[in-house]
């Protein structure tokens, strides 16, 4: 039940992404249809599929990603603050989602309760619109981190003096690299890095928990 709302939630990502790019002066994800919901759009076949289930069959800890919008932060009408919003603006979508599910899954609880005969099809929604929280929730907070080439470090960068920015830019070359030495050799420090997500997940939960339909939503 998770599989799906995590492939919207990277697509939304993604979209949101290519959104702002456009509304700031960049149409290189617009002529290259990225403006969509299409999943098929934004899927990579690698680091979307073949990666993350070579990881899965190795029992290595989950990482996995959608195909990069492409921008050209020269085309932005003011390059830091497009830069900083575009950054952003994935991070963004995905707080509203979170946003969204909450409301939603009261929403699904209240009708559990006016119609007790849907009772089984509302619990299946409302377990995955709590998969819409939590996913959407560690997103944002994991792409937040300023650690290339997540979003996070593209804001951070612009906080840097010149030099020291434009060293830490080269970093970007690593790719993914430094994201999984997180992932794989430092869990610990990640779980520390997610704190703000786990936090923000339990202040959701505390809002809306009540209007659970039942144990069979939350997840075992």
Do not use: C
């Not at 990881?55 to 990069?68: I, V, Y």
């Not at 497009?82 to 963004?92: C, H, P, T, W």
């Not at 997500?197 to 928990?209: D, E, N």
């Amino acid at each position: 039940m998770w599989a799906p709302v995590l492939l919207f939630s990277i697509v939304a990502h993604e979209y949101a992404h290519a959104e702002a790019a456009y509304r700031q002066g960049d149409d290189t994800a617009y002529m290259l249809g990225r403006i969509t919901l299409n999943p098929l759009k934004h899927i990579d076949p690698f680091m979307t599929v073949i990666f993350p289930a070579l990881l899965a069959l190795a029992g290595a800890p989950p990482f996995g990603a959608a195909k990069p919008v492409p921008v050209n932060p020269r085309n932005y009408r003011h390059y830091v603050r497009g830069d900083i919003i575009v950054s952003l603006a994935g991070i963004g979508a995905n707080l509203v989602l979170f946003v969204v599910s909450a409301m939603l899954f009261a929403g699904v609880g209240l009708a559990a309760g006016a119609v007790p005969a849907l009772e089984p099809s509302l619990t299946i929604a409302q377990r995955m619109l709590f998969y819409g929280m939590w996913l959407n929730v560690i997103l944002a907070f994991f792409n937040l981190l300023p650690i290339p080439p997540l979003d996070g470090s593209h804001v951070f960068y612009h906080m840097l003096p010149p030099q020291a920015g434009l060293q830490f830019r080269r970093l970007q070359a690593l790719g993914f690299l430094p994201i999984l030495l997180i992932v794989w050799v430092f869990p610990g420090a990640l779980r520390a890095l997610l704190w703000p997500a786990r936090q923000l997940m339990s202040a959701g939960l505390a809002l809306v928990g009540d209007f659970a339909i039942g144990p069979g939503v939350w997840p075992s």
